[in-house]
């Protein structure tokens, strides 16, 4: 089952996993902008990637990622801001495929957030060998 690196022409796709997520997360009212996306992803400078996993030609699932750089490594890493795999293609290994994809795009930490209370995310991350970050708490400052 192939990863690819999306292009433009998979924006709505994109777009369409990032929505569906967010209902299977209890968000149901989230409608994005296509071009706004499209501008973010594949315009002159864009500010995060997509990584598209496939099976049979159809788009199954995805990791939604940007470049960050750690100052005590001293080398950049990769942030993960969405991973999600459609409910039909479940089971088949595609988030293994794009974690290790991920993984062997940078020599530097491979980093996400997790919902509290996802057992099941849990599980399958403690499974790759990923743990948590104990001591540490995330804040966020919007505009």
């Known amino acids: 089952m192939p990863i690819r690196d999306a292009v433009e022409n998979d924006t709505d796709d ?20 296509r071009a706004e996306m499209a501008r973010h992803l594949f315009g ?3 500010k995060a990637w997509v990584l598209i996993a496939e099976v049979d ?21 990769i942030w993960l801001d969405d991973l999600f795999v459609r409910p039909e293609y479940r089971r088949l290994g595609l988030g293994r495929q794009l ?15 997790m919902q509290e209370g996802n057992e099941k995310a849990a599980a399958f991350y403690a499974d790759l060998g990923a743990e948590p970050v104990p001591g540490w708490v995330r ?5």
């Not at 990032?18 to 409608?31: F, P, Q, T």
Request: aromatic content about 12%.
């Open 57 to 77: 030609g159809a788009t199954a699932g995805m990791a939604f990622c940007s470049w960050n750089f750690s100052t005590w490594e001293a080398r950049p890493g």
């Open 99 to 113: 974690l290790a994809e991920l993984k062997a795009r940078t020599e530097g930490r491979v980093e996400w957030d």
């Open 44 to 46: 002159p400078e864009p």
């Open 139 to 143: 804040y966020r400052w919007r505009g």
């Open 14 to 33: 994109i777009c369409s996993m990032i929505e569906e997520h967010a209902r299977y997360e209890g968000k149901d009212d989230l409608v994005l902008d």
